[in-house]
């Protein structure tokens, strides 16, 4: 009986070894891989009329608000190390501090100018392992209005995973939200049907209500070919009255160049009936 147990404990202690042996080579291959489960996801980018873009790439850290001579910029909150907290700061053209805002910033911030010195800023928390501006990463957003003359928060909204802010007119602020696949519940007994991605907004008068601006005829994506391309980008064409939503793929173009190539556009009113 002795020589059976100490069989079976070698045995295990084998199986033991194996399995870590086998969770370490797994590591290992994803360490050489690089893998990196955000590749692959659309991207996306915002274009101001000023030319001014906003996207995973830009590394600036101070960010223009669009229509003002003034910046914006994140730094870390004093207990950062403990409570992961930004603060907001709104610099002039000279680089010289106007306002601070505590505990409220996002290393994601950018900003746009509405009327009578007030301005709309937007911070955002992706969640994504490497680069922001990834669709389905996005984990909330807090928008402030605020008036340039005193400093003053006129308001503040708070929105859900993958409502993506675009640009304001007026009171309303518009969101971009990727559509649903249809999903299963109950092992199958039940089906909740598709969702459509859509252009919607939320008005200060009333937060919590979305009001569909515009639905698209895709759920995950139009119906376009980008086998040829190494990243998909929705690139947002901001401008007074419309938004201009354009699909792309980055393609080569021939004698080594590559550029993004639309593959499909939508034009999206947004001026206040």
Same mark, same amino acid.
């Given at each position: 009986?002795?020589?059976?147990?100490?069989?079976?404990?070698?045995?295990?202690?084998?199986?033991?070894?194996?399995?870590?042996?086998?969770?370490?080579?797994?590591?290992?291959?994803?360490?050489?891989?690089?893998?990196?489960?955000?590749?692959?996801?659309?991207?996306?980018?915002?274009?101001?009329?000023?030319?001014?873009? $906003?996207?995973?790439?830009?590394?600036?850290?101070?960010?223009?608000?669009?229509?003002?001579?003034?910046?914006?910029?994140?730094?870390?909150?004093?207990?950062?190390?403990?409570?992961?907290?930004?603060?907001?700061? $709104?610099?002039?053209?000279?680089?010289?501090?106007?306002?601070?805002?505590?505990?409220?910033?996002?290393?994601?911030?950018?900003?746009?100018?509405?009327?009578?010195?007030?301005?709309?800023?937007?911070?955002?928390?992706?969640?994504?392992?490497?680069?922001?501006?990834?669709?389905?990463?996005?984990?909330?957003?807090?928008?402030?209005?605020?008036?340039?003359?005193?400093?003053?928060?006129?308001?503040?909204?708070?929105?859900?995973?993958?409502?993506?802010?675009?640009?304001?007119?007026?009171?309303?602020?518009?969101?971009?939200?990727?559509?649903?696949?249809?999903?299963?519940?109950?092992?199958?007994?039940?089906?909740?049907?598709?969702?459509?991605?859509? $252009?919607?907004?939320?008005?200060?008068?009333?937060?919590?209500?979305?009001?569909?601006?515009?639905?698209?005829?895709?759920?995950?994506?139009?119906?376009?070919?980008?086998?040829?391309?190494?990243?998909?980008?929705?690139?947002?064409?901001?401008?007074?009255?419309?938004?201009?939503?354009?699909?792309?793929?980055?393609?080569?173009?021939?004698?080594?160049?590559?550029?993004?190539?639309?593959?499909?556009?939508?034009?999206?009113?947004?001026?206040?009936?």
């Amino acid at each position: 009986m002795k020589c059976t147990k100490e069989r079976e404990t070698g045995m295990k202690a084998k199986k033991l070894r194996r399995a870590f042996a086998l969770c370490c080579m797994v590591i290992l291959v994803l360490m050489i891989t690089g893998c990196d489960p955000a590749a692959g996801a659309t991207v996306y980018e915002i274009i101001y009329p000023s030319g001014y873009t $906003i996207s995973y790439d830009n590394f600036d850290k101070k960010i223009p608000v669009e229509g003002t001579n003034c910046y914006l910029q994140w730094k870390k909150a004093e207990d950062y190390e403990k409570t992961h907290d930004y603060d907001l700061q $709104i610099l002039d053209e000279s680089d010289s501090l106007l306002y601070e805002y505590f505990d409220i910033g996002q290393d994601a911030v950018r900003g746009v100018w509405q009327e009578e010195q007030r301005i709309w800023i937007c911070g955002e928390l992706w969640t994504s392992p490497h680069r922001d501006y990834l669709e389905g990463w996005l984990k909330e957003s807090n928008l402030f209005l605020i008036d340039l003359e005193g400093g003053e928060i006129l308001f503040q909204g708070k929105t859900g995973e993958n409502e993506f802010y675009i640009t304001s007119n007026g009171t309303r602020c518009y969101f971009y939200t990727p559509g649903k696949e249809e999903r299963e519940r109950l092992f199958g007994l039940m089906k909740i049907p598709p969702k459509n991605a859509e $252009i919607y907004y939320r008005d200060t008068a009333n937060w919590t209500e979305k009001h569909t601006a515009y639905t698209f005829d895709y759920v995950v994506e139009p119906d376009i070919d980008t086998s040829d391309g190494v990243e998909t980008r929705i690139k947002f064409y901001i401008s007074e009255d419309r938004i201009k939503l354009a699909w792309t793929s980055y393609e080569p173009v021939g004698n080594g160049e590559w550029e993004y190539m639309e593959k499909m556009t939508y034009e999206i009113p947004i001026t206040e009936e």
